[in-house]
């Protein structure tokens, strides 16, 4: 029985010169004697400290992959250990870290797994994990079935990478993909550590393991999540939770309840205890973005958070002691708005402790090329992309010459339109153009371009370029006009006000 299962297990595996169809037919087959959901292929980058998803296959179906998972060094060094065992049974994802930290970014619902590790020449390739949704449901027989199969799954791997020029870049033996790799400036989730964000990545460096309140301030967009993910994971919380909360996102009446949680009987409907997000963040970090949204009631009871580390559920007595890290975040000018009398001035010096300010994307355009090398990746694993959609010399100086209003939020979703249009490429921004530079002709029949980078003598009435200005944020938006992302937000200006100049100025 045995020998007939190897026999036609290596048929199916040797079926046809595309990966994800001999899978798909080894899958099939194997299905039968194995309790399996699914099973996937990924090989070890050593030189990346990376893991990267080629295959996967399950009941729906069959599919290549490139993405692509860090991991820590130490994990890395783990793969690269000779003394692994060549099969291992993982019946709980979660008591094998290295499977629990990038699987499940890439499939879902993995808990446990048969692990067979690829060998070639005596060094690791990668792993074929043999996937089920339940927990438990592996044996030992199980694992000696599939231990036979590794000499060809390792070997239909290898062709198919040559094939598709990745195991040469694996190797370091193809300097073109290497050289474009290694300018993927990324440390810790940030694009362009050592090129435009270099100094804030030196002040992350210099603050990440101090407990001191951070203050990050930055247009809408920028990246100062990112920012801030960088800070908790470069901390010495980075093992604790990293909780965040869009300040502007929460109505007012759910301030309290929201970040502080509240007491069984607080009010009505309260039917039982609820954990509040300062509680949820005890031992780690928080990141309060949009902290100009907070109202003056709200901004009182955070000042006696951040002097007493405590805070009161609402309708409780009794003061819950808290441990963590406060960083903060606005797109707001909060010293205006203290002159404004809308952002308490004591507040306002218990965050600016150490303030960062995050560059626009049209201040580091020398980031944009990896900006756009590493969305695309994002983006092609997103939609299932065969291979990477080109971007030529000329499209990209396009993205280049663009303002970028909505900084790097407006360029995924810029990226993410153009893969929609061409997802084989080359991706054509063709769209972008009008925005550049409008013509808007005047009532004198003069007609002036509209751009912010180039600034004309010839002016045109104030209304004209604001309803120019409006739209143009409006198209960034795709139309939306309250809440995050929206052009109030965008605009830095009240989202009622914003819709009595639109029906000023006759902006539908």
């Not at 994990?75 to 094998?96: G, S, T, Y």
């Amino acid at each position: 029985m045995e020998k007939h299962f190897y026999h036609e297990s290596t048929l199916r595996l040797c079926s046809s010169l595309q990966l994800e169809k001999s899978l798909q037919s080894y899958f099939e087959f194997i299905r039968d004697e194995l309790p399996i959901d699914g099973l996937f292929i990924n090989i070890f980058r050593k030189q990346f400290n990376d893991i990267q998803f080629i295959a996967h296959v399950n009941a729906n179906q069959s599919c290549t992959l490139d993405r692509q998972i860090s991991i820590p060094e130490e994990l890395a060094k783990c793969l690269d250990d000779p003394q692994r065992p060549r099969v291992r049974i993982v019946n709980d994802i979660e008591h094998d870290p290295i499977t629990a930290l990038v699987a499940p970014k890439v499939i879902s619902g993995i808990h446990s797994l048969i692990i067979l590790r690829m060998s070639i020449e005596n060094t690791h390739l990668g792993i074929v994990g043999f996937y089920a949704k339940t927990t438990g449901v592996f044996r030992p027989r199980h694992a000696d079935l599939i231990a036979p199969h590794m000499h060809a799954l390792a070997l239909i791997t290898a062709l198919n990478l040559r094939g598709r020029n990745l195991l040469k870049e694996n190797e370091a033996l193809s300097k073109q993909n290497v050289n474009l790799r290694r300018t993927l400036d990324v440390q810790n989730g940030v694009v362009g550590a050592n090129s435009g964000l270099k100094h804030v990545m030196q002040q992350v460096q210099s603050i990440a393991k101090i407990n001191t309140t951070v203050l990050m301030l930055g247009e809408t967009g920028c990246g100062k999540e990112v920012i801030a993910n960088a800070i908790h994971e470069l901390s010495e919380r980075s093992d604790k939770p990293f909780i965040k909360v869009n300040c502007g996102a929460i109505p007012d009446t759910l301030i309290d309840s929201e970040l502080f949680g509240y007491e069984k009987g607080a009010f009505t409907g309260a039917e039982s205890r609820k954990i509040g997000y300062f509680e949820q963040a005890n031992g780690g970090t928080i990141f309060l973005d949009e902290i100009g949204e907070l109202p003056l009631s709200a901004q009182v009871r955070l000042l006696r958070v951040l002097q007493n580390s405590c805070i009161t559920r609402v309708g409780g007595h009794d003061a819950v002691q808290l441990d963590i890290r406060i960083v903060a975040a606005t797109h707001r000018n909060l010293q205006a708005m203290i002159h404004r009398e809308v952002f308490r001035e004591d507040l306002w010096y218990r965050l600016a402790i150490f303030p960062i300010e995050i560059p626009s994307l049209r201040q580091r355009r020398t980031d944009i090329p990896l900006l756009v090398q590493h969305f695309i990746e994002q983006l092609s694993a997103k939609f299932n992309l065969p291979q990477l959609p080109r971007v030529t010399p000329e499209q990209l100086n396009i993205l280049n010459q663009y303002a970028w209003p909505g900084n790097v939020r407006e360029l995924i979703n810029v990226l993410e339109r153009a893969i929609i249009q061409q997802p084989s490429g080359p991706l054509d921004f063709g769209f972008l153009a009008p925005h550049q530079g409008e013509e808007i002709t005047t009532q004198a029949n003069q007609t002036v371009i509209i751009d912010p980078n180039y600034a004309s003598d010839k002016l045109v009435p104030l209304d004209v370029m604001t309803r120019k200005y409006i739209s143009h944020a409006l198209r960034i938006t795709g139309g939306k006009l309250y809440g995050p992302g929206g052009a109030a937000e965008l605009l830095d200006i009240n989202a009622n006000t914003l819709r009595s100049k639109m029906k000023k100025l006759g902006i539908v």
